[in-house]
């Protein structure tokens, strides 16, 4: 086995992540899809890092990971948000800046 | 210092842990539950956790399970909860065929990046993290190391954009009471006047065998009395079935007709058990 094979299971699960956030329709599913496309981007990092024989992969990854931190407590607040006012919460339903 | 190729263990603990995260991935986009998605998606960010572990980065599975298994989806549960239950995906199409669309081009990205990256990677040399690792004595001080000399600055500002994405959340939860808190009179007066229900609403049925809140209660003409059953249950669509020919039974045995022919099934005391349903 080669270490390659993480990058591939890295594509894998970013794809796996986009049909996710272009198929469904509710935002937590949707936000979830995300973390998925974000962890497979950590995966490829870290791998790199041992291809290359060098730790900034792995400082790089940690620093994903503080920044999806601070990206979920937003994204879920905005959720919260718009579900208070309207009481669902699909991402249809928020159209306001449309028109 | 190279190293080409990996230990058997470590592509037996690969496969078992990529066939691990790609379940939880397919469970997450195909589940119809959102808090099933989030069971899903935890289970991903372990085996990623064990992943990153086994490719010599200890301190990132740690972080990994820490950050994302303890915090991030555990925030994501408590938001499912504030949210509701009734927020699985309506099966209505916005956008026709964007469903078909949005699997086709995410199969093409996909098997463009599997085959760019496979044609990219093959004959790489693979240097190995030891020599980085052995450097300052270990991976967590390397990457202190990097961290708190090359990277200060990026820290720096990763602090502060945590403090401001904290903030952000205490603004954007916070709910300002406009008016004042309505009080338990003027709540009542308002629901008289509506006049849909003005009393409690009915309980949920009592039979023999179920007297569960899933179990409504049928009207006097054996229909469902719906509103009988809390509206966290119905909107998941957790309302036990009522036997029609249950319900007929009993109401022919009421009225004295089936006394004298010879019952197919048994008595009929139980409308809330449907003969499909193996609860």
Known sequence: MNPENYVVLAAVLFTIG??????????IVVFMSIEL????????????????????????????????????????????AI??????ASIDEPNLLKY | ???????????????????LAVTGGLGLILSRRAVHSALWVALTMISLAVLYIANAAPFLGMVQIIVYTGAVMMLFLFVLMVVGVDSSDSLVETL????????????????LLVLAIGSALTGVPAVGLDAANA?????VEGIARLLFGEYLLAFEIVAGLLIT?????????HRERWQPRRTQRELSEERVRSGDHVGPLPAPGVYARHNAVDTPALLPDGS??????????????????????????????ASGRAALGPADHPVADDPGTSPDEPR
Not at chain 1, 18 to 27: E, F, K
Not at chain 1, 83 to 88: A, E, L, N
Not at chain 2, 4 to 11: L, M, P, R, V, W
Request: aromatic letters at 6%; glycine letters at 10%.
């Open chain 1, 18 to 27: 986009t049909v996710g956030v272009l198929v469904r329709r509710n935002a």
């Open chain 1, 37 to 80: 496309m974000l962890n497979a981007a950590n995966l490829a990092f870290v791998a790199f890092a041992r291809m290359q024989g060098n730790l900034d992969g792995q400082v790089i990854a940690f620093f994903v990971m503080v920044v999806a931190a601070a990206e979920v407590v937003v994204g879920l607040a905005i959720i919260v």
């Open chain 1, 83 to 88: 579900y208070r006012s309207r009481r669902s």
């Open chain 2, 1 to 19: 210092m190279t190293e080409t190729g990996t230990s058997t263990a470590e592509a037996a603990v690969f496969w078992v842990c990529a066939i």
């Open chain 2, 96 to 111: 026709r065929g964007q469903r078909v669309v949005g699997i086709l081009l995410a199969a093409g990205f996909g098997i």
């Open chain 2, 135 to 139: 450097e300052y004595g270990g991976n």
């Open chain 2, 165 to 173: 994405a904290a903030l952000g959340a205490l603004v954007l939860a």
């Open chain 2, 224 to 253: 469902v009395a719906e509103i009988s059953v809390p509206g966290p249950l119905r909107a998941r669509g957790d309302l036990r079935p009522v036997d029609a020919a249950a319900v007929a039974e009993t109401e022919a045995l």
